[in-house]
């Protein structure tokens, strides 16, 4: 793994953010609009949650995947690579980058329990198909920088690293895996956005901490508020839109 961020391939694949959420010809000839996109990544991103849990695996390893499989989409259409094979297939990979290896027996047994459907339960030779192709859409590239790296950093040199602080801001911070951020913003503007948000709701004034950073307080800004707008829009993700969403891919243009 790489240790320095700037030369790393994940600061080199680095997307703006009108690159990300558009959705492939091939899925918009289904009809699948960027609401529909967006549905379908995060409802993907709990799927290897739920499978992570079952198998206890460590967060990072659920956050690597998840930061795959967003990779993934930003190339290749839903069409081609089944959203429900790929999420598995990148949580499998990145057990691997992360060494923290699981069988393919074992994932599979709980992609079995966790997806009842017949026509999507997979066998270990789909997975080791699909792990094939999901590294040739990630042009091998498997470097992740997590926000989480420079988290402990940040909140002892703050001064506010007391133990609510700290669970807030790391509860805040996995759940920016529910978005695209990592595949726009390097990570430790990702972090310096939950600080700034957990600040905020528990009422620590660290702005000059902030100043004496030097960093571009609107970037992290601007990402706190996408952050507090997924929140705000986080009720309007229905299980019954994601079956929408699922039902055109399924259907031929």
């Known amino acids: ?60 390893v659920v956050a690597t995947a998840v930061t795959y499989m967003r990779r993934v989409y930003t190339r ?10 790929v999420a598995p297939t990148c949580l499998y990979l990145a057990c691997k980058a992360e060494e923290s290896v699981v069988h393919a027996k074992l994932l599979v047994f709980y992609m079995k329990k ?3 459907d017949e026509k999507f339960r997979y066998e270990i030779k789909d997975i080791l198909e699909m792990e094939m192709k999901v590294l040739e859409a990630l042009n091998f590239y498997l470097v992740v920088f997590h926000p989480y790296r420079s988290l402990p950093e940040f909140l002892q040199d703050s001064g506010i690293n007391d133990t609510s602080m700290t669970h807030l801001t790391w509860g805040l911070v996995n759940d920016t895996y529910r978005m695209d951020l990592i595949l726009i913003h390097p990570p430790f503007l990702i972090t310096l956005a939950c600080i700034y948000i957990a600040s905020v709701h528990k009422e620590k004034d660290i702005r000059t901490w902030f100043e004496e950073l030097s960093v571009d307080m609107n970037i ?22 994601v079956h929408a969403a699922f039902n055109k891919l399924a259907t031929n243009p």
Do not use: C
């Open 1 to 60: 793994m790489a240790s320095n961020f700037w030369t790393s391939t994940h600061y080199k694949e680095l997307k703006d953010p009108e690159e990300v959420n558009v959705v492939h010809p091939l899925d918009a000839q289904r009809g699948i609009s960027v609401e529909d996109f967006r549905l379908i990544k995060l409802h993907m991103s709990n799927y290897i949650s739920k499978l992570a849990q079952h198998i206890k695996i460590r967060q990072r």
């Open 76 to 85: 290749k259409s839903l069409t081609e690579y089944e959203p429900r094979l």
């Open 114 to 116: 966790l997806y009842a």
């Open 220 to 241: 992290v800004k601007n990402i706190a508020m996408e952050i507090l707008d997924f929140y705000e829009n986080h009720r309007l993700f229905t299980e019954e839109r």
